[in-house]
């Protein structure tokens, strides 16, 4: 799995969580919903960290609370 993936699978764990749609993740967070989505669908191959962390602003987690899960730890190197 691609960082990329575990990112996108990470958002939608969490949204699924708590019960919320991407549309309304978005609008806790005061992002454009297509900024969410781009994440999600593969538009965004590399998303801001600050947009990463305006989304773990919205769940009320910190950012190491975001990437601290197995798919995370088990990511290959991407320099090869």
């Known amino acids: 799995m691609g960082t990329i993936s575990a990112i996108k699978n990470r958002i939608l764990k969490l949204c699924g ?17 297509s900024s969410v989505k781009n994440i999600l669908y593969g ?6 960290i600050l947009t990463i962390k305006i989304i773990c602003d919205g769940f009320g987690i910190t950012l190491g609370e975001f990437f ?7 990511l290959e190197q991407e320099i090869k």
């Open 43 to 48: 538009k965004s191959q590399n998303p801001k």
């Open 68 to 74: 601290s899960t197995k798919e995370f730890d088990e």
């Open 17 to 33: 969580e708590r019960n919320i749609s991407i549309n309304k993740l978005a609008n806790i967070c005061g992002l454009p919903p």
